[in-house]
C-alpha cells in the first residue's frame, strides 16, 4: 500500500515530533525524518505479511491528519502537521496517557515505529546520524562473506517433492525435529519461511539483522500493542537470535506438566531427551564471564545478599568479548549453537533436505492422517507440495496454532493458552561508562523472586545486551528533548530484565488472512509479580550505585539524588499497570498448542499427536502445557526430541 502525500506529510510530523531536530550547544541534532526514519517506516509498512495492518496505519494517518482528531486531544480544530512542536507533544501525550486503551495502543505503535527507526534507519552516509550523538559506536564491522556452508533446494517454478516426514519450522523446535528424524534414518524435508543466513551474514547491524532474522522483522505485538512480541524467523529460527541461555526444565514444572496430561514430561525418556540436547549443544557454565551490565547486577545481587548465579551456555568458544552483544542479531564466530549448527546441519550432513523462504500454508489431511504438506515460495510466488508420510509442525507458538486451523483442526484448545514470560525492563544510569551493548550475552541470573505464589510461579532478573532499538523499546517518551536526553545516557544505562512465569494466559486467534493475532493481558496476579520484579530490579540497581533508576513505564517513573526505591513505587502506582501503561516485550512464546490427556484440554495427545489429525505432530513452544518458568529454548527442544523419537518409532 502506498501511502498518500497528506499521509506522508503526517507521517513526517509525527517523526518528528518523537525525534525533533535539537540544539545541543554548537551541535545540531537531526530530526528523524533526515535519518531517514521515513522512508524505513514506509518499507516496514509496505512488507508487513498483513493486508489489515497496513490498512489500519493507513487509517491512523488518515485520522491524525485530520482536524479531528487534534482537537480531541485539545490541539484545536487544525491538521497535526500544522501544530507546533509544543502542541504535537501534548497531543501525542494525551493519547499515551488516554483513559481508552486503544488510544494508548495507537501511541505505542507510532511511537516504537517513529524512533525505533530514528536510532535504526542508516541515514543518508551509511550510518545514522544519531549514533555520535549518544555515543553509540554501532557494530563491529563486516566479516568477510564466505560460501554458505549448508545447501538449501533451488526453487524454479511449481514443485512437487515427497518423503517420509516433512517438518515446518525450522527454530528450537523444527531443527531438533529434523535433526532427530534424520538420525532414525528417515527421509526428511526441513520447511523454513525465513531465509537462510550463516556466519559471514552476521554483521550486528540491528535494523538488516531484524529484517532478516526476526519475524515481522521484530515489529510485531499483541492486538492492542501492549506487549511486543519477538521471535526468529529464519533457518535455525529463534535459535540463531538468542541470547544462548540453557537451562534445563525445572523438576517442579516437569511434575506440573505431568499433572496437567503431558505424563511424558516427567518420565525417564525427557531426562534423557534434555540429557542429549544439553550434550549437541554443549551446553556449558565456563562461558560466562560477565560483561560490565552482568557485574553490575551481581554486585547489587551480592550486596543484598540475593540469589545470583551463573548461566549455563550453549556455547563453543565464544570469546565473550565486545562483538558478543550483538550477537541477539547471529553469532559471527559461529560459537552459538543454533539448530543451525547442531540438529540441521546433522540432519543435512544425513541427507535431509532443506526448502528455505517457503511459507507452509496448509497441512493436506485425509481420512484424518496428515499427507504432507502445501506452502508458497516467496520471492517467486511458486507452489510447493511436498506429500510425505508425517508433518511436524514447528513454526512456533504463533504460527503453529494458526497453520493447524488453516488446515481445518477445531480442537478449542489450539490457539488457547498462551504464554509469554512477559518481560520488562527497570534502567539504571550510573557513573561509570557501561556500554551495554558489549559483553557476554547473558551472564548472570537471579532466582530471588521465582516463587512468589508458593506454586513456583514468579519472576526472574536477567539483563540483556542494550543496543538503541531496546531502550527505545521499553524507554518512556515525555518529550523529544526527554527522549534524547534518556538516549544520550545510554552507554551509562544498566538494565535489569524481569521475566515473569506468567500464570494467567492469551490466545492466538487465526484471522480471516489465515494469520496469528495476539490477544494477551497481564491478570491480576501476574500485574502483583510484576510489581515485586520492578521494585526488587530498582533494588538491585540502588544497591549497585546508580544515580537515577527510571521503569518502563510509558508516564515518567524516576528516582534520582538520592535514590529512593519507595518513592519510585508510589510513581509506578499512580502511573499503573494497565494496557500499554508500562513497556512489556515476550523473547519465550510457548503453550498455545498444549500436550496433554484429553482432546477438551489439550490440542494434542501425549506424543504430541494432535487429537484431530493423525501423523501430525506439535514440537516447538506450542506443545508446553504452561510456561517453562526457565529461558525455554532447552524445554523446547527436548520436548521436539521426545515427539519426534515417539514418531520415529511409529513410522520405522
Ligand atoms: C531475542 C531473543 C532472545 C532469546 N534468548 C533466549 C535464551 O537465551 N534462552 C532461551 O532458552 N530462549 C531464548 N529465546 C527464546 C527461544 O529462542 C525461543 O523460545 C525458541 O527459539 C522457540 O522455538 P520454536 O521452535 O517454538 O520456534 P522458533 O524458534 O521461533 O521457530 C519457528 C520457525 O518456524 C518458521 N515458520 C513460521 N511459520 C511458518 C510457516 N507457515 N511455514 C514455514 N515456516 C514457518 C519461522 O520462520 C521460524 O523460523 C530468545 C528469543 C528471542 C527472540
Not at 527522549?483 to 538494565?495: C, D
Request: aromatic letters at 6%.
Amino acid at each position: 500500500m502506498a501511502i498518500s502525500g497528506s499521509q506522508r506529510q503526517t507521517l513526517r510530523a509525527i517523526v518528528d515530533t518523537f525525534a525533533p531536530a535539537t540544539e545541543l550547544g554548537e551541535e545540531r541534532v537531526p530530526a528523524g525524518s533526515e535519518a531517514g526514519a521515513l522512508e524505513a517506516i514506509e518499507e516496514a509498512v509496505a512488507s508487513a505479511p498483513r493486508t489489515f495492518d497496513r490498512q489500519q496505519f493507513g487509517l491512523v494517518l488518515s485520522a491524525l491528519g485530520g482536524r479531528a482528531a487534534t482537537a480531541i486531544a485539545g490541539g484545536g480544530f487544525r491538521r497535526f502537521a500544522a501544530l507546533d512542536q509544543q502542541q504535537r507533544e501534548r497531543v501525542l501525550l494525551s493519547w499515551a496517557d488516554s483513559p481508552l486503551p486503544q488510544r494508548r495502543a495507537v501511541f505505542q505503535a507510532l511511537r516504537k515505529a517513529a524512533l525505533t527507526m530514528t536510532y535504526l534507519a542508516p541515514g543518508a552516509s551509511g550510518q545514522n546520524p544519531r549514533w555520535d550523538v549518544i555515543g553509540y559506536p554501532g557494530p563491529p564491522m563486516d566479516a568477510p562473506k564466505q560460501p554458505h556452508p549448508l545447501r538449501t533446494l533451488p526453487v524454479d517454478g511449481d514443485t512437487d517433492l515427497s518423503c517420509d516426514v516433512v517438518v515446518v519450522g525450522s527454530g528450537a523446535g523444527g531443527g531438533t525435529a529434523a535433526g532427530v528424524l534424520t538420525a532414525a534414518g528417515l527421509d526428511v524435508i526441513l520447511v523454513e519461511a525465513g531465509g537462510y543466513f550463516a556466519e559471514s551474514d552476521f554483521n550486528g547491524a540491528e535494523l538488516e539483522g531484524l529484517k532478516n532474522l526476526y519475524l515481522g522483522a521484530g515489529g510485531i505485538g499483541s492486538d492492542d500493542n501492549s506487549i511486543g512480541l519477538l521471535a526468529g524467523s529464519c533457518l535455525g529460527g529463534g535459535t540463531v537470535i538468542n541470547y544462548t541461555t540453557s537451562f534445563r526444565t525445572p523438576d517442579e514444572v516437569r511434575q506440573e506438566w505431568a499433572g496437567l496430561g503431558s505424563a511424558g514430561h516427567a518420565s525417564p525418556d525427557y531426562a534423557a531427551a534434555m540429557d542429549a540436547v544439553c550434550e549437541r549443544l554443549g551446553v556449558n557454565y565456563e562461558h560466562s564471564a560477565p560483561g560490565s551490565r552482568d557485574a553490575l547486577m551481581k554486585s547489587g545481587l551480592d550486596a543484598l545478599g540475593w540469589h545470583a548465579d551463573f548461566m549455563p551456555r550453549n556455547v563453543r568458544g565464544c570469546n565473550q568479548g565486545e562483538r558478543c552483544g550483538f550477537c541477539g542479531y547471529g553469532c559471527p564466530l559461529g560459537a552459538k549453537q543454533s539448530t543451525l549448527k547442531t540438529w540441521i546441519n546433522d540432519a543435512a550432513e544425513a541427507g535431509a533436505r532443506l526448502l528455505v523462504d517457503t511459507f507452509v500454508t496448509r497441512v493436506m489431511i485425509k481420512r484424518g492422517a496428515a499427507q504432507g504438506i502445501e506452502g508458497q515460495h516467496r520471492a517467486s510466488g511458486s507452489r510447493i507440495r511436498v506429500r510425505a508420510r508425517a508433518v511436524v509442525s514447528a513454526a512456533g507458538a504463533l504460527h503453529t496454532p494458526a497453520l493447524l486451523r488453516r488446515s481445518g483442526l477445531r480442537n478449542s484448545a489450539i490457539g488457547s493458552n498462551l504464554r509469554l514470560h512477559p518481560a520488562t525492563a527497570v534502567w539504571g544510569v550510573v557513573d561509570e561508562r557501561l556500554d551495554p551493548w558489549n559483553g557476554t550475552l547473558q551472564a548472570v541470573y537471579s532466582d530471588q523472586h521465582r516463587d512468589l505464589d508458593g506454586q513456583g510461579y514468579g519472576l526472574k532478573y536477567e539483563t540483556a545486551p542494550v543496543q538503541p532499538s531496546i531502550l527505545v523499546g521499553f524507554g518512556p517518551w515525555r518529550s523529544g528533548r526527554q527522549h534524547l536526553e534518556m538516549m544520550r545516557e545510554i552507554s551509562h544505562t544498566a538494565v535489569i530484565g524481569v521475566l515473569l512465569r506468567d500464570k494467567g494466559s492469551g490466545e492466538v486467534r487465526t484471522a480471516r488472512d489465515g494469520m496469528p493475532v495476539v490477544r494477551y493481558h497481564l491478570s491480576d496476579e501476574d500485574i502483583a509479580h510484576a510489581r515485586v520484579g520492578i521494585e526488587g530490579a530498582a533494588k538491585i540497581l540502588e544497591a549497585a550505585g546508580a544515580q537515577r533508576i527510571f521503569t518502563s513505564h510509558s508516564k515518567m517513573v524516576d528516582t534520582h539524588g538520592p535514590v529512593r526505591v519507595e518513592e519510585l513505587m508510589r510513581r509506578a502506582d499512580a502511573a499503573g499497570f494497565g494496557p500499554a501503561q508500562v513497556g512489556w516485550y515476550s523473547f519465550h512464546i510457548m503453550g498455545s498448542a498444549r500436550m496433554g490427556s484429553h482432546p477438551t484440554s489439550s490440542a494434542t495427545d501425549p506424543t504430541g499427536q494432535t487429537w484431530e489429525a493423525r501423523d501430525l505432530v506439535v514440537c516447538d513452544g506450542s506443545a508446553f502445557p504452561t510456561s517453562s518458568g526457565v529461558n525455554p529454548m532447552i524445554s523446547i527442544e527436548s520436548t521436539a526430541y521426545m515427539n519426534a523419537q515417539a514418531l520415529a518409532t511409529r513410522l520405522t
